[in-house]
């Protein structure tokens, strides 16, 4: 491969990495830059509403003059479509891949990359996805309104439970029940065995993360839909759906609602189990305790000389590993008078697993979960200090840009981005909540 292309997918993997885009995330290992892992997060109010879709990207030295070769992996072993575009077994339909026929001006050029094919990869995620199926154009009839109904339906059950429940029962090593698939299909498994590494999972904290941001959307999408689809009730095929490239199936909402609720209950149990396994690696004089210790210290006496923060900060019995930091709010703002225990919580394999925040004190907040759960994102993974200003940043932002992916209360995110009336009842209970964390 020519130092050129070498060069360009670099570049394009480090923009995208430092972008702002929360639904994109891509990686590969350092010995290859040609095999691209990338995670397309499902848009919101689509049936693939924040899924975790993973797909390979293949270069040749001729890139950017030629596309590179896109396969989805996510496709539960080849079993499962989950689009007209994108195949059971992972071919993925686009004019600009050269993988479908398409209008003049929309082929392939060297001035689109890597990014330009995610984004329009994740335009075939729609909220009516029977549409990208040609010929639809002339569906008139009620019976095609019948099977778009019925394939968004599908795809919103399979989404949950293949692109979340299944990657996150696998990244936490949860047996499934009987009749559940186990098989895990990797499009890389050949070139993989080939240069004798692990199987590589670059997205695993991610996944983690983003589940425990969006676990009460995805309760509230089965609470929505548990009613209309009763278990055990099978998935209608669709007209161009063909042998080995389909996506059959049954509902079976209520056993996805438990499924859920274990994930989430193991994923607390690991949060809160960095505070032993943190105690051990200071034990053992391990860098990450020490590296964590003095990063600490530095922001302690950062904050001393520094008003721009209204926080304090400590270290829990001591452990490097489990902060607390104490939100003070602003006065003339909703938080006037509240005080704000939040927990912050440290892997030993950090930064490469990023910080847990958790809410010890309740707050009404489009950013933070009912449970306590705060979305923020740092500009710096590996320093702390910057960990702490983006959890400040995001508690005391009080004119946003709508992003519906950092929305983790769902009522809240309503009511702030709802009429004039919903934001001043917003405003009241956000007030409402810094008043009770001062009694």
């Known amino acids: 491969m020519s130092n050129q292309s070498i060069l360009r997918i670099t570049r394009e993997l480090s923009e995208i990495q430092r972008g702002s885009d929360l639904s994109l995330a891509v990686a590969c290992r350092d010995i290859d830059v040609r095999h691209v892992r990338a995670l397309i997060i499902g848009p919101p109010d689509t049936p693939y509403e924040f899924g975790f879709f993973e797909f390979t990207s293949k270069f040749t030295k001729e890139y950017p003059t030629k596309a590179p070769t896109v396969q989805c992996i996510t496709t539960n072993g080849g079993r499962t479509r989950f689009n007209p575009n ?17 209008e003049r001006g929309e082929e392939w050029s060297s001035a ?34 019948k099977n778009q109904a019925a394939y968004v339906a599908k795809i919103r059950h399979e989404t949950l439970r293949i692109s979340v429940i299944e990657r996150l029962e696998d990244y936490l090593g949860i047996k499934r029940g009987k009749g559940s698939q186990v098989t895990v299909y990797d499009a890389e498994e050949d070139y993989q065995a080939s240069v004798l590494e692990a199987p590589f999972e670059p997205f695993k904290d991610l996944c983690k993360r ?6 009460e959307s995805y309760l509230a999408s089965i609470e929505a839909e548990i009613n209309k689809h009763r278990d055990g009730q ?37 949060t809160v189990g960095w505070a032993a396994e943190g105690m051990k690696a200071v034990q053992e004089e391990k860098g990450i305790a020490s590296n964590l210790q003095r990063q600490f210290e530095q922001i302690v006496s950062y904050l001393k000389t ?14 490097p590993f489990v902060w607390q930091l104490v939100f003070f709010g602003r006065p003339m703002t909703n938080l006037d008078g509240g005080m704000f225990r939040i927990m912050i919580y440290l892997s030993p394999k950090f930064p490469d697993v990023l910080p847990r925040v958790k809410f010890a004190t309740p707050i009404f907040h489009h950013r933070v979960s009912p449970d306590g759960i705060l979305c923020y994102n740092a500009t710096r993974k590996d320093d702390m200090r910057s960990h702490i200003e983006a ?5 005391e932002e009080e004119s946003p840009a709508y992003d519906p992916r950092t929305l983790v ?12 009336d919903d934001k001043k009842i917003y405003n009241r209970r956000l007030r409402r909540s810094a008043q009770d964390s001062a009694e």
């Open 86 to 102: 994108i195949y059971a077994g992972g071919k993925v339909c686009l004019s600009i891949l050269g993988t479908w026929r398409g």
């Open 409 to 420: 209360n769902p009522e809240a995110a309503k009511l702030f981005w709802g009429g004039a």
């Open 391 to 395: 959890i400040v940043s995001s508690i």
């Open 112 to 145: 689109q990359g890597l990014e330009s094919i995610l984004i329009s990869i994740q335009s075939l995620m729609s909220s009516n996805p029977y549409e990208n199926e040609p010929g639809f154009e002339d569906a008139r009839s009620d019976y095609d309104k």
């Open 234 to 270: 099978r998935f209608e095929k669709m007209p161009f759906e063909g042998p080995g490239n389909t996506m059959e199936g049954t509902f079976n909402y209520t056993k996805l609602k438990e499924r859920l609720q274990t994930i989430y209950a193991k994923l607390y149990d690991e």
């Open 306 to 319: 520094n008003d721009s923060m209204t926080i304090d900060l400590d270290l829990v019995e001591k452990n």
């Open 210 to 215: 983003r589940f425990l941001w969006y676990y």
